[in-house]
């Protein structure tokens, strides 16, 4: 068993504080990824705070992890010690459900083994994330960096970047679309980048005017501050497509009725209640509100490739590993442009 | 002008009593339509009693007009004297702009001309449907009907029946396809049929188990008590589609999480109340919640030519129409099987 070193909770209202814990040995398929840096996502805080009632401590959170391959198992093929590798949300997979075969593997039938807060295919052994300095890992389930000037900064690809990606691709954006971002924070700013570089026509909504420059900044062609309430009728049914970032409470049907005939709206934020909708804002246009989680090894690896072409990367603000609880508090406040993320090196050193 | 026998409501509070008015004369392109019956549809009383606040008095409800055509203008070509011909929930739009050309002329951007309780396109002059003896119609807006056999039973699909299959086909509901359909009533029970004759199998959700011998007369291959949790909770995941037609408070994220990989759920039915919907619903197995309104004229003729063509008709039960205020009463109570349909001669006579 390898030795590692992590930062971990131990229950819903602890501070982090250091944590050692074994990472399996590497097996034939497995790689071992020596971790330089790991974003911080909103659901990190909630898990860490048992915020979603599904919390298993202690807790190594973590799941936007690049770093470096340090050893492969005799049947790894896609890898090679010193190769540049990163880990997303989830680590395995049964690989043979109809959702596996579809290459959506985070909606597994028989378990999805996530990175961090749930447990490998055994269903017993934990699961512990990259808020860490190694990680074994199959080398399915790792995706290819191939694009290493900005390490850091591709971190927050592996969780903000596929979630994003993923529904842009899926409903088909692109070149003269109209499209709407609801929410500018790590979600949201990665989606203005993504939608701006498949030539679509981009509007960032936001409740902060004082992200008007920022949203400019990133690409967007218009800003709308939402609470505008003229503006947004102003708008309505011209938007072929709106990505709903936001994870606080806000009114679905204001942006629902911005949709033109057959337009959706995608939900990527969670909030903690449910919204309510009303029949009506569907019905007008046929319209549809989806929702899109993370997305598979595939679609992940092409967001990456596609990054690397595009020179795609987070905005983001670098922190020690022992500066997690101020990060937490200000990614609750909104004040963070537009991800933390950790040097590893602070926890490897420490 | 045309003096034409009406039924009408003078207040959201009143009864029905005769209503005499008056009928543009035919134009160049207009149609005369001789009513033969009118359907009962659920917005009929919504709107009689201004329940969706948006009610223009003196009112005379229907929109599932069938009936023969007495006369024609000089321009029109798609009909002749004689001819069967039927009215569904709008007689104009402006035929030129996005959606119109579209074939959604329902979502016209400019105004689209209901049949009842709305205008004409000059936004002043009132519409009135059919609880009358007589319609003028522009020929475009009017469908022609090809099967006579049992004409009563017609009516019905103006609404109810492109209501539900619209959707059906926008989401490609076909062979193996698997289909749920919500509540048994005028709209799920054309729901049901529609499903069954694309080769879908096709699942009833009920509150009423006194509604499973009809489910499977009807064609269902399926029947789920919604009240039963266990029940509801082993079926998780399973459906490709959905059909909502229930118009009452119900609990939208019990049928969401029934839904499998990319699976839809549309909503035909309108509830007073906006519904909650929790995004963890729709992000699991990346689901959409649709809505579906209607559906345009070159739709409902195809809808009324594949009826035709599979022999598909509405249940109904006749009345006079001195009986609406009974029939209204039974509709809300769900006390129809599937649909009311007035006998127009029961006003002419009258």
Same mark, same amino acid.
């Given at each position: 068993?390898?030795q590692?070193?992590?930062?971990? #909770?131990?229950?819903?209202n602890?501070?982090?504080?250091?944590?050692?814990?074994?990472?399996?040995? *590497?097996?034939a398929?497995?790689?071992l990824?020596?971790?330089?840096?790991?974003?911080?996502?909103?659901?990190?805080?909630?898990?860490?705070?048992?915020?979603w009632?599904?919390?298993i401590?202690p807790?190594?959170? +973590?799941h936007?992890?690049?770093?470096?391959?340090?050893?492969i198992?005799?049947a790894?093929?896609?890898?090679?010690?010193?190769?540049?590798?990163?880990?997303?949300?989830?680590?395995?997979?049964?690989?043979?459900c109809?959702? %596996?075969?579809?290459?959506?593997?985070?909606?597994?039938? #028989?378990? %999805?083994?996530q990175?961090?807060?749930?447990?490998?295919?055994?269903?017993?052994?934990?699961?512990?994330?990259?808020y860490?300095?190694?990680?074994?890992?199959?080398?399915?389930?790792?995706?290819?960096?191939?694009?290493?000037?900005?390490?850091?900064?591709?971190?927050?690809?592996?969780?903000?970047?596929?979630?994003?990606y993923?529904?842009?691709?899926?409903f088909?954006?692109?070149? &003269?679309?109209? *499209?709407?971002?609801v929410?500018?924070?790590?979600? +949201?700013?990665?989606?203005?980048?993504?939608?701006?570089?498949?030539?679509?026509?981009?509007?960032?909504?936001?409740?902060?005017?004082?992200?008007?420059?920022?949203?400019?900044?990133?690409?967007?062609?218009?800003?709308?501050?939402?609470k505008n309430?003229?503006?947004?009728?102003?708008?309505?049914?011209?938007?072929d497509f709106?990505l709903?970032?936001?994870?606080?409470?806000?009114d679905l049907n204001?942006?629902?009725?911005?949709?033109?005939?057959d337009?959706?709206?995608?939900?990527?934020?969670?909030?903690?209640?449910?919204?309510? *909708?009303?029949?009506?804002?569907?019905?007008?246009n046929?319209?549809?509100?989806? &929702?899109?989680g993370?997305?598979?090894i595939?679609?992940?690896?092409?967001?990456?490739?596609?990054?690397?072409?595009?020179?795609?990367?987070?905005?983001?603000?670098m922190?020690?590993?022992?500066?997690?609880?101020?990060?937490?508090e200000?990614?609750?406040?909104?004040?963070?442009?537009y991800?933390?993320?950790?040097?590893?090196?602070?926890?490897k050193?420490a």
């Amino acid at each position: 068993m390898l030795q590692t070193k992590g930062y971990a #909770v131990e229950a819903a209202n602890a501070k982090f504080k250091n944590f050692d814990f074994e990472r399996r040995d *590497v097996g034939a398929n497995d790689i071992l990824i020596e971790i330089e840096f790991c974003g911080v996502c909103h659901s990190d805080i909630h898990q860490a705070r048992n915020e979603w009632g599904n919390s298993i401590f202690p807790m190594v959170p +973590g799941h936007e992890i690049v770093g470096r391959v340090k050893q492969i198992g005799e049947a790894v093929s896609k890898f090679k010690e010193g190769d540049y590798a990163g880990v997303g949300c989830f680590v395995d997979s049964c690989g043979t459900c109809e959702t %596996c075969q579809a290459d959506v593997e985070q909606f597994c039938q #028989v378990h %999805c083994a996530q990175t961090y807060n749930s447990t490998e295919m055994d269903e017993k052994t934990p699961t512990y994330g990259g808020y860490s300095t190694q990680i074994v890992v199959k080398e399915d389930y790792a995706l290819k960096i191939t694009d290493t000037e900005n390490l850091a900064a591709i971190a927050p690809l592996l969780c903000a970047g596929i979630t994003t990606y993923s529904p842009l691709r899926k409903f088909k954006v692109g070149e &003269g679309s109209k *499209v709407g971002i609801v929410g500018l924070g790590g979600l +949201g700013h990665m989606g203005v980048k993504f939608a701006v570089s498949m030539g679509a026509d981009v509007t960032v909504f936001s409740t902060s005017p004082s992200k008007e420059a920022d949203a400019k900044k990133l690409g967007a062609h218009h800003f709308v501050v939402s609470k505008n309430e003229e503006e947004m009728k102003a708008l309505g049914g011209q938007f072929d497509f709106i990505l709903d970032c936001v994870s606080a409470e806000h009114d679905l049907n204001a942006y629902l009725n911005l949709l033109r005939l057959d337009g959706t709206m995608c939900l990527v934020g969670v909030p903690e209640k449910p919204a309510p *909708v009303h029949a009506f804002s569907l019905i007008q246009n046929n319209r549809s509100l989806a &929702g899109s989680g993370i997305g598979g090894i595939k679609d992940t690896q092409e967001m990456l490739d596609y990054c690397a072409e595009k020179g795609i990367t987070s905005d983001i603000e670098m922190i020690n590993i022992q500066d997690i609880e101020n990060a937490y508090e200000r990614t609750i406040k909104g004040d963070v442009r537009y991800r933390f993320v950790i040097d590893i090196a602070s926890l490897k050193n420490a």
